[in-house]
């Protein structure tokens, strides 16, 4: 498989995109939104395919499927990206030297990026809505468990394309075998960035093996810390929400910490995990305090294995701490550095644990099912960056630009 004039395409193409108006980048994204309304029975049609080959009890299967109303929900969002202002030619920085060169730093697009990515068949839409917008072409690289459904999201695309005068190559879905990720990982001179959605062992193999840059768009092992000062009635609806919400997300809540003063509460807390069938593994402060109270066939004592776990399913682990110190430890050391969250009503143990925890998003007293970048008012995201150069956290339409320097003179030399 060589697939270097596809990526020569692909890198052609996206050199077409600076010239496009901003009035044609929104008009286009208006039509695939009308588009992707008009073919839900067809989308929904070759999802079924992809569908019939998993298992239902996979976690993944959650994330393929499509619905009349999530397919609605990715069409609202791509007219959102529509609505925005453009990332591409914002002055950010402007002045003048003593020699009278006036320099200007603007942004730019990235140039071609390329998105590897699990099961999630929505990611089409929302990479291309937020690539076009800002400017970039996109290669595409999705798992073969996704493959019809992204076959069909792909010509819809193409069409609009075609209709509003655009080179389609700006996107290229890739074969759905794995020899195309390694010419994508190798693709140096036709992509300038590529972004991993996925598990730990994608975003791994991605990053170990590419000799394109990266940026890593990490697995969620989320925890939510229920303090000493908690509010009950508050923190229960928060942890309810942020596990049993969509467990197949990277903000789902994996772990619960518990101050060991509030283990009497812990009941009420459970409660609403329980209606929900929730399978928790407690250590045994935690497993002493639910037993008797939570169904017996959900709960099991945690092992070592229970904690730094993305579980992407009903599932949670449950830590007891005797300090806030014991909780920030118990999170440095486990965390994903996606979103941590902590339920408290101190005002310095909440200044302490937002000061202290390394994440991309830190929440005090809500629930870490807002990181996201729809929720965040960005329109959509390509990813959930949990390293910290260049982009952290929701990567979205300004997280997709660099930018170039411009400078002007009037005959200058150097000596």
Same mark, same amino acid.
């Given at each position: 498989m060589t697939l270097t004039s596809t990526f020569e395409k692909t890198r052609e193409a996206s050199r077409a995109l600076s010239l496009l108006s901003e009035e044609k980048i929104n008009r286009t994204l208006e039509d695939l939104a009308d588009a992707t309304v008009a073919n839900i029975p067809a989308i929904l049609e070759e999802n079924q395919k992809d569908l019939d080959r998993m298992d239902p009890k996979d976690p993944k299967y959650d994330r393929l499927k499509l619905t009349h109303e999530r397919i609605e929900a990715i069409a609202a969002d791509i007219r959102k990206v529509a609505q925005l202002p453009s990332p591409v030619g914002r002055t950010l920085e402007k002045k003048q030297l003593e020699n009278g060169l006036a320099l200007k730093k603007v942004s730019v697009p990235i140039g071609v990026i390329g998105i590897i990515y699990e099961s999630r068949p929505n990611v089409t839409f929302d990479v291309f809505s937020l690539c076009l917008k800002s400017g970039n072409a996109l290669v595409l &690289?999705?798992?073969?468990?996704?493959?019809?459904?992204?076959?069909?999201?792909? &010509?819809?695309?193409h069409q609009v394309l075609e209709q509003n005068s655009i080179n389609p190559h700006i996107v290229t879905l890739l074969p759905a075998e794995r020899e195309a990720t390694k010419e994508l990982l190798d693709a140096v001179g036709y992509v300038d960035l590529i972004i991993p959605r996925g598990s730990q062992g994608l975003i791994d193999f991605v990053r170990d093996n590419s000799r394109v840059p /990266?940026?890593? #768009?990490?697995?969620?092992?989320?925890?939510?810390?229920?303090? /000493?000062?908690?509010?009950? +009635?508050?923190?229960? +609806?928060?942890?309810?929400n942020a596990k049993t919400r969509r467990v197949s997300v990277c903000n789902a809540l994996d772990c619960l910490v518990i101050h060991e003063q509030r283990l009497d509460d812990l009941k009420t807390i459970a409660s609403k995990l329980?209606? &929900?069938? #929730? &399978?928790?593994?407690?250590?045994?402060?935690?497993?002493?305090?639910?037993?008797?109270?939570?169904?017996? +066939?959900?709960l099991a004592p945690a092992e070592e294995e229970h904690y730094g776990t993305e579980f992407l399913s009903m599932t949670m682990s449950i830590k007891t701490v005797s300090s806030l110190e014991q909780a920030l430890d118990h999170i440095a050391q486990h965390s994903s550095k996606h979103s941590e969250a902590i339920i408290a009503e101190d005002e310095e143990t909440l200044d302490l644990f937002l000061r202290s925890v390394d994440a991309a998003a830190v929440y005090a007293n809500t629930s870490t099912a807002f990181t996201d970048g729809a929720q965040f008012g960005m329109g959509a995201e390509i990813g959930i960056s949990t390293q910290k150069l260049h982009a952290r956290g929701p990567m979205a339409l300004n997280e997709l630009t660099s930018y170039k320097w411009i400078i002007r003179g009037n005959g200058q030399t150097r000596a």
């Amino acid at each position: 498989m060589t697939l270097t004039s596809t990526f020569e395409k692909t890198r052609e193409a996206s050199r077409a995109l600076s010239l496009l108006s901003e009035e044609k980048i929104n008009r286009t994204l208006e039509d695939l939104a009308d588009a992707t309304v008009a073919n839900i029975p067809a989308i929904l049609e070759e999802n079924q395919k992809d569908l019939d080959r998993m298992d239902p009890k996979d976690p993944k299967y959650d994330r393929l499927k499509l619905t009349h109303e999530r397919i609605e929900a990715i069409a609202a969002d791509i007219r959102k990206v529509a609505q925005l202002p453009s990332p591409v030619g914002r002055t950010l920085e402007k002045k003048q030297l003593e020699n009278g060169l006036a320099l200007k730093k603007v942004s730019v697009p990235i140039g071609v990026i390329g998105i590897i990515y699990e099961s999630r068949p929505n990611v089409t839409f929302d990479v291309f809505s937020l690539c076009l917008k800002s400017g970039n072409a996109l290669v595409l &690289k999705g798992s073969s468990d996704a493959h019809a459904s992204n076959l069909a999201i792909e &010509k819809i695309i193409h069409q609009v394309l075609e209709q509003n005068s655009i080179n389609p190559h700006i996107v290229t879905l890739l074969p759905a075998e794995r020899e195309a990720t390694k010419e994508l990982l190798d693709a140096v001179g036709y992509v300038d960035l590529i972004i991993p959605r996925g598990s730990q062992g994608l975003i791994d193999f991605v990053r170990d093996n590419s000799r394109v840059p /990266v940026i890593e #768009t990490g697995a969620g092992i989320v925890h939510t810390y229920f303090d /000493v000062s908690a509010d009950l +009635e508050k923190g229960a +609806e928060i942890i309810a929400n942020a596990k049993t919400r969509r467990v197949s997300v990277c903000n789902a809540l994996d772990c619960l910490v518990i101050h060991e003063q509030r283990l009497d509460d812990l009941k009420t807390i459970a409660s609403k995990l329980a209606e &929900k069938a #929730t &399978k928790i593994y407690a250590d045994k402060p935690s497993l002493d305090a639910l037993k008797g109270s939570y169904p017996s +066939e959900l709960l099991a004592p945690a092992e070592e294995e229970h904690y730094g776990t993305e579980f992407l399913s009903m599932t949670m682990s449950i830590k007891t701490v005797s300090s806030l110190e014991q909780a920030l430890d118990h999170i440095a050391q486990h965390s994903s550095k996606h979103s941590e969250a902590i339920i408290a009503e101190d005002e310095e143990t909440l200044d302490l644990f937002l000061r202290s925890v390394d994440a991309a998003a830190v929440y005090a007293n809500t629930s870490t099912a807002f990181t996201d970048g729809a929720q965040f008012g960005m329109g959509a995201e390509i990813g959930i960056s949990t390293q910290k150069l260049h982009a952290r956290g929701p990567m979205a339409l300004n997280e997709l630009t660099s930018y170039k320097w411009i400078i002007r003179g009037n005959g200058q030399t150097r000596a």
